[in-house]
């Protein structure tokens, strides 16, 4: 593929390492903002298009969504700013122009492929539409957002198919290469890229580092004889034959494993960009998505019978595709800007059910539907510190819009009256009520009482998630990650009233090591949500009309 222009590129040490190396096995387990999709993914699959052309490669994503907001835009920005036009060099999701090559294996469609001028494709396969590796013939696989991902389906779907062709990519050390990214996971689930760790040989490692200096040391050398004039030896091209020969042997079997921090990226970042993460990131969420730490979760923590059974995706495929029609015209991502509408798991003619929780410095809403036995917790917000519950309900309304019943069930105890040190001199309930009704929402307030004992809630709760219960919670796990990780880590205190849930974190000063997000705060308003739905469910109210919205 032509390029119009030489530009020079930064890369960090570990992009430089990645590349360098070029395992046919390379795992990266690296924190936010080391550039992973930007100058990891994105010379990975380069790569593999240009040394192999006509091959066909898979971009493995856990959900379409992601791909759309996360993985694609990252590697299409990269491509543009490294020269390649979209339309030029490469179209997405349509049939490529008649002066493109075609692939060696042609796919069936080309509405979720990248298509190259060479005639090497890349097929987006998503985890959450069934069948999309089905049939191909891959001669390499990137893995984004690894843990996310569904191993089974990984290993029984996909891993298959990355066969290639032999016939005609069989010396090149990238054919059937696999390179994995993602943050540290916080889930056992989420964990078995981990196990390449003990699968690479450092000594090899070593080995291929070596051999790329000699290489290098030897081109430099021909380089300078040239600069004087003079003609190099014949033994250094015979050398550099061999050299290049053993380093596509080595690395063709090779595995790189290796864990980076986002401190790795600091030069461009900058020490502000770490310390504010510091800041506003959970302390769990630092250590595993920062620092690139390996934790254990709170195994007898205050919910403990919580399982990886109770998360789901549930993504509405119709508007994905819309997205999907813009991107592949344009390149360009909307961003994370979808609303309820790309929610698949949204009843849109029933209320929707919430419960609060309110602090000085931070407040939030945990939003979620009954669905025959089940409790789908829909999606959570929070806002902090100046914004307080105006703002966390616009949030809500805001996302919510194109929602049809514009009825809210506020479910709230005691806590939610007498006091707002929040807002104003009404209470929490009278401006929860107050600003859903200015945003055009109905609200039925439903008053639980005085908070439940821990225990008795402890019981109640954990007998839910173990189907014991009317309802069981399940939650859409890419519309509560904050919530999740805080019901996941959720420890236990004892005392001489029995015990409870550690809320001991929530008396403390804000702090670098003890940030807001993670606390318990959250975990309180899926409590009221979980027991007012349980304890006291209301009759599904008919649609209210709106202004034209629909």
């Not at 119009?4 to 360098?20: A, G, H, I, S």
């Not at 299409?76 to 008649?98: E, M, N, S, T």
């Not at 390996?294 to 509405?316: C, I, P, Q, W």
């Not at 550690?502 to 979980?530: C, I, M, V």
Request: charged share 25%; net charge positive; with cysteine.
């Amino acid at each position: 593929m032509p390029v119009t222009e030489r530009r020079k590129v930064y890369f960090n040490d570990p992009q430089l390492l990645t590349q360098l190396i070029a395992a046919n096995t390379t795992v990266i387990v690296g924190g936010r903002r080391t550039g992973k999709t930007d100058s990891i993914a994105a010379p990975f699959v380069l790569r593999n298009v240009q040394r192999m052309p006509g091959s066909t490669g898979g971009i493995v994503v856990p959900t379409f969504k992601h791909g759309l907001t996360n993985t694609l835009p990252g590697l299409l920005g990269a491509w543009k700013r490294w020269g390649y036009v979209i339309g030029r060099d490469f179209v997405v999701g349509r049939q490529p122009p008649k002066h493109f090559r075609r692939p060696i294996t042609e796919p069936f469609d080309y509405e979720h492929v990248i298509s190259f001028r060479n005639g090497s494709v890349a097929v987006v396969i998503s985890q959450d539409r069934a069948g999309s590796s089905n049939g191909l013939t891959l001669s390499w696989l990137l893995i984004d957002e690894a843990r996310f991902i569904d191993y089974r389906k990984l290993k029984e779907e996909t891993l298959p198919a990355n066969g290639g062709i032999k016939t005609h990519f069989g010396k090149h050390s990238c054919n059937h290469s696999i390179m994995i990214l993602s943050d540290m996971p916080q889930s056992n689930k989420g964990s078995w890229f981990l196990s390449y760790r003990e699968k690479m040989d450092p000594e090899l490692i070593e080995a291929i580092k070596g051999t790329v200096y000699e290489i290098w040391r030897i081109k430099d050398q021909i380089r300078q004889n040239r600069a004087r004039g003079e003609e190099p030896k014949p033994y250094l091209r015979t050398t550099l034959r061999t050299l290049d020969r053993k380093l596509n042997q080595m690395r063709s079997v090779a595995v790189f494993y290796k864990e980076y921090s986002t401190i790795e990226n600091l030069q461009l970042l900058g020490e502000n960009y770490i310390k504010q993460m510091k800041r506003d990131l959970t302390p769990l969420t630092f250590r595993t998505s920062i620092l690139s730490k390996r934790v254990g979760l709170t195994r007898d923590g205050f919910y403990s019978s919580m399982k990886e059974r109770h998360k789901y995706t549930a993504d509405n495929c119709a508007v994905l595709d819309g997205a999907w029609t813009d991107f592949a015209a344009s390149g360009e991502s909307r961003g994370t800007g979808f609303d309820c509408r790309a929610d698949a798991d949204l009843n849109p003619d029933a209320p929707i059910c919430i419960g609060m929780d309110y602090n000085a410095n931070i407040n939030w809403i945990v939003a979620g539907q009954p669905d025959g036995r089940r409790l789908n917790v829909l999606k959570s917000f929070f806002v902090k510190f100046e914004r307080k519950i105006p703002g966390l309900i616009e949030d809500f309304c805001e996302y919510y819009a194109w929602h049809r019943n514009k009825t809210v069930i506020f479910y709230y105890d005691s806590t939610a009256l007498g006091s707002n040190f929040a807002v104003n001199e009404q209470d929490f309930r009278w401006v929860v009520i107050h600003e859903f009704e200015r945003h055009g929402w109905r609200v039925e307030d439903v008053y639980l009482g005085h908070p439940m004992k821990h225990n008795e809630k402890y019981l109640l709760i954990n007998q839910a998630f173990s189907g014991k219960q009317r309802l069981m919670p399940f939650f859409n796990q890419y519309n509560n990650p904050d919530l999740i990780l805080a019901v996941q880590s959720a420890g236990i205190s004892h005392g001489r009233l029995g015990f409870r849930k550690n809320k001991s974190g929530e008396k403390l000063q804000e702090s670098e090591e003890n940030l807001l997000e993670h606390r318990t705060d959250g975990t309180d308003a899926f409590d009221t949500l979980y027991i007012g739905c349980e304890k006291f469910p209301q009759t599904v109210c008919e649609p209210i009309p709106t202004d034209g919205i629909i």
